[in-house]
C-alpha cells in the first residue's frame, strides 16, 4: 500500500458494468484549493511533494509505471490533508 495513493478495496461487475470501491476523501480533488486564496504556498509544496511521492513509490513498486493523467481531478485530498492520487484508467507500464 502506497499512503499517497487512493486504497481500492474491491472491483465489483453489475450487470456488465465495471465499478471500483474505494475509500472515501472528503475533501474532494485540488481543483477548488487551487483556485482558493487561503490555500497558502505551503500548502501547495505539500501537496505536490505527496504527489511526487506517490509516482516515484508507485515506479519503485512496478518498474517502468507510468500514471500519464496528472491533473487536479485526479489529485483527492483527506481529511488529514494529505493529498491521495487516483484515476489510473489510462497508466502504462514498460519496461
Not at 453489475?14 to 505551503?42: A, Q, S
Not at 481529511?79 to 487516483?86: A, C, Q
Amino acid at each position: 500500500m502506497i499512503p499517497q495513493v487512493v486504497e481500492v478495496y474491491e472491483i465489483i461487475n453489475i450487470d456488465g458494468k465495471l465499478g471500483i470501491l474505494m475509500e472515501w476523501l472528503e475533501y474532494g480533488n485540488t481543483r477548488k484549493l487551487i483556485n482558493n486564496n487561503d490555500f497558502t504556498f505551503e500548502d501547495r509544496i505539500v501537496l505536490l511533494h505527496d504527489i511526487v511521492s506517490a509516482l516515484k513509490q508507485s515506479n519503485e513498486t512496478v518498474k517502468g509505471f507510468s500514471h500519464l493523467d496528472i491533473k487536479p481531478e485526479n489529485c483527492l485530498i483527506t481529511k488529514f490533508k494529505l493529498t491521495k492520487l487516483t484515476d489510473f484508467g489510462i497508466a502504462s507500464f514498460n519496461k
